[in-house]
């Protein structure tokens, strides 16, 4: 099963990857806990990203919660910190 959300967790990181704001990251680390059907994932990349001329920099930790459904895992929360 952890290897069908690391396939779903990359998935996610290339569509924010080719959506419209330039993103330049790098993976510094991934954990994954499993319960059943539902993972918890939290990832710490260094992020550099513009947006309508805003800057962003620095190491960002997402935690994202997946679901497995009938159709296959589903992301049904989201969270994110700047850790600088």
């Known amino acids: ?6 396939q779903c967790e990359e998935k996610f990181l290339q569509a924010f990857r080719t959506s419209n704001v330039n993103v330049i990251e790098d993976c510094v680390e991934r954990e994954i806990q499993l319960f059943e059907d539902t993972a918890i994932v939290t990832t710490v990349i260094y992020l550099k990203a513009s947006s309508g001329g805003h800057l962003v920099e620095g190491k960002t930790r997402f935690l994202r919660t997946w679901k497995k ?11 994110s910190v700047n850790l600088g």
Request: aromatic share 12%; hydrophobic share 45%.
């Open 69 to 79: 459904f009938n159709t296959g895992w589903k992301i049904i929360g989201v969270a």
């Open 1 to 6: 099963m952890k290897q069908e959300i690391n």
